[in-house]
């Protein structure tokens, strides 16, 4: 199926998601970036003097990465083989997951999977579309659940979840939760779209008015 993924999220302005990411990121040290794409992020690792490896499941992006310089491994993260070969180019003091839990069949499962990968100190990103998000809950009152090319009912999802059922999957999989805040929210009524008070507003009720989040989370210390 189509989808709009293997943009280049440069073309489409800095996401805050980006932001955040970029700034959690300094002074990590070596980087795993899984679903990297064509490496935009990458890049920026490199410019400021990083090490970033990247996993992409998109053929054709993973190529553009590797033709950019990048170091990339093309295969999706769920895959033996592949994590095979990312545990050889760890360990990592940070690995990203932005927009890709949702489309693996079982995510915890990845996340405990992942959990050694990182070096003492270390930490995992990620970003996750809210199902709660109130624009699906009104299209749901009126008997609606379209899929669409992206967004949070990408038709490439294949999990959704809930601010609540996120931190849940995140517990269960061996992690503990340092932060989490929206990076994209609107306000009903109002029609405030990713506005500084939109997403600050978004933080006391991040299950109903933010549309994706950013987690930062620690590995617990037993699963």
């Given at each position: 199926m189509?989808?709009?993924?293997?943009?280049?999220?440069?073309?489409?302005?800095?996401?805050?998601?980006?932001?955040?990411a970029?700034?959690?990121?300094?002074?990590?040290?070596?980087?795993?970036?899984?679903?990297?794409?064509?490496?935009?992020?990458q890049g920026?690792?490199?410019?400021?003097?990083?090490?970033?490896?990247?996993?992409?499941?998109?053929?054709?992006a993973a190529?553009?990465?590797?033709?950019?310089?990048?170091e990339?491994?093309?295969?999706?993260?769920a895959d033996?083989?592949?994590?095979?070969?990312i545990?050889?180019?760890?360990?990592?003091?940070?690995?990203?997951?932005?927009?890709?839990?949702?489309?693996?069949?079982?995510?915890?499962?990845?996340l405990?999977?992942?959990?050694?990968?990182?070096?003492p100190?270390g930490?995992?990103?990620?970003?996750?579309p809210?199902?709660?998000?109130?624009?699906?809950?009104?299209?749901?009152?009126?008997?609606?659940?379209?899929?669409r090319?992206?967004?949070?009912?990408?038709?490439n999802?294949?999990?959704?979840?809930?601010?609540?059922?996120?931190?849940?999957?995140f517990?269960?999989?061996?992690?503990?939760?340092?932060?989490?805040?929206?990076?994209?929210?609107?306000l009903?009524?109002?029609?405030?779209?990713?506005?500084?008070?939109?997403?600050?507003?978004?933080?006391?009720?991040?299950?109903?008015?933010?549309?994706?989040?950013?987690?930062?989370?620690?590995?617990?210390?037993d699963?």
């Amino acid at each position: 199926m189509g989808s709009n993924y293997g943009q280049d999220f440069a073309g489409r302005g800095m996401a805050l998601k980006y932001y955040h990411a970029l700034k959690e990121t300094e002074g990590a040290g070596r980087i795993l970036d899984v679903g990297c794409s064509t490496g935009s992020l990458q890049g920026l690792f490199k410019e400021r003097g990083q090490e970033a490896v990247g996993v992409e499941v998109d053929a054709r992006a993973a190529a553009a990465a590797h033709a950019r310089g990048l170091e990339v491994l093309a295969g999706s993260i769920a895959d033996p083989a592949v994590l095979a070969q990312i545990r050889n180019r760890g360990p990592f003091g940070a690995i990203l997951c932005m927009d890709v839990l949702e489309h693996l069949p079982e995510p915890w499962i990845v996340l405990r999977e992942i959990r050694p990968l990182l070096a003492p100190g270390g930490f995992l990103f990620c970003t996750l579309p809210n199902v709660a998000f109130w624009r699906i809950r009104w299209r749901l009152m009126k008997g609606r659940f379209d899929y669409r090319l992206e967004g949070i009912l990408d038709r490439n999802h294949l999990r959704f979840f809930t601010v609540e059922g996120a931190r849940s999957m995140f517990n269960i999989s061996g992690w503990n939760v340092e932060s989490t805040y929206p990076t994209s929210a609107e306000l009903p009524i109002l029609g405030m779209k990713d506005t500084l008070f939109a997403v600050r507003t978004a933080r006391h009720r991040p299950n109903l008015l933010a549309e994706v989040c950013a987690w930062k989370l620690r590995p617990a210390p037993d699963l």
